[in-house]
Nanobody
Framework: QVQLVESGGGLVQAGGSLRLSCAASGRIFGSYVMGWFRQAPGTEREFVAAIRWRAGTTYYADSVKGRFTASRDLAKSTVYLQMNSLKPEDTAVYYC??????????????????WGQGTQVTVSS
């Protein structure tokens, strides 16, 4: 069983930066894929980024490529999402997720077994 706790959300002006953290309790094995998703009011949850725990391979949605960076700290069992050049359309609740099986489809939310509670990110124009 893995529990995920996100932190780092908040209010920022357009063009600003935030770094989200997702601390995992329980053992994270090399096969895990850790994902970031977001959901704005009235919309479906959408993929943002993912990182493979062992290899560090990253994946990004086109909408955030070049602005967001996913990373992980193996010793702290923590993944991060560095968000730069934020836009009002980035406003959403951001969720961290974990997939123990190492999915080949990291952008698919149903691949993930464990989810955090979410953290609000609001970008003002």
């Amino acid at each position: 069983q893995v529990q995920l706790v996100e932190s780092g959300g908040g209010l920022v002006q357009a063009g600003g930066s935030l770094r989200l953290s997702c601390a995992a309790s329980g053992r994270i094995f090399g096969s895990y894929v850790m994902g970031w998703f977001r959901q704005a009011p009235g919309t479906e949850r959408e993929f943002v980024a993912a990182i493979r725990w062992r290899a560090g391979t990253t994946y990004y949605a086109d909408s955030v490529k070049g602005r967001f960076t996913a990373s992980r700290d193996l010793a702290k069992s923590t993944v991060y999402l560095q968000m730069n050049s934020l836009k009002p359309e980035d406003t959403a609740v951001y969720y961290c997720a974990a997939d123990p099986s190492g999915t080949s489809y990291p952008a698919v939310s149903s691949a993930y077994n464990y989810w955090g509670q979410g953290t609000q990110v609001t970008v003002s124009s």
